[in-house]
């Protein structure tokens, strides 16, 4: 069972799954927008680790090879501090350009309104990649002149043209010298 995370239980949710966390791992990845975890633990042992993350908020099995799979949706460890700041009377600490460099919110109420939506996107994704309702993410149409390779791809055209090149080095020369 997972434990409680210092963000406050207002920002966990709890999923079970029969398929594989694996399986659930690709489909949120290939259908939902999220990056692959790599299975480490950023709240310690027993505590989940993460298969997926998505604007602040990861995806964390509890057991990867259980029969039914236990999941939770939790915010990372950058949210959860900044989230348990705000909760436990510490928001003062960030000032208002440390709020926009680190999310790009210009205040503590755009803040939390962004973070609720993106944790009911994750959940809502998490519940549909469980029950097979899922549906890819519409993306931007692939630009064609960028996709398209230049047959002088392999050269490196910062360097001068003789750059590469092997100069003549005499045998037997000492290095120290």
């Not at 609720?116 to 692939?142: H, K, N, Q, W």
């Amino acid at each position: 069972m997972f434990g409680l995370y210092p963000a406050g239980p207002d920002w966990v949710q709890h999923f079970n799954a029969t398929s594989s966390a694996r399986d659930v791992q690709q489909l949120l990845v290939k259908h939902a927008g999220f990056t692959a975890g790599l299975f480490h633990q950023p709240y310690g042992p027993a505590r989940g680790a993460v298969i997926a993350v998505r604007h602040g908020f990861v995806v964390m099995v509890h057991e990867d090879n259980a029969s039914e799979v236990e999941l939770v949706v939790a915010p990372d460890v950058e949210m959860t501090n900044l989230l348990w700041s705000h909760s436990n009377g510490y928001a003062s600490q960030w000032s208002p350009r440390e709020l926009k460099a680190l999310t790009a919110c210009d205040s503590w109420e755009q803040l939390l309104k962004l973070a609720g939506t993106r944790f009911r996107a994750a959940c809502t994704a998490l519940e549909r990649a469980i029950d097979g309702s899922i549906v890819p993410v519409a993306t931007a149409p692939v630009d064609p002149v960028i996709a398209a390779p230049f047959p002088d791809d392999d050269d490196v055209p910062w360097l001068p043209s003789d750059y590469l090149h092997d100069a003549p080095v005499g045998e037997g020369i000492p290095c120290d010298r």
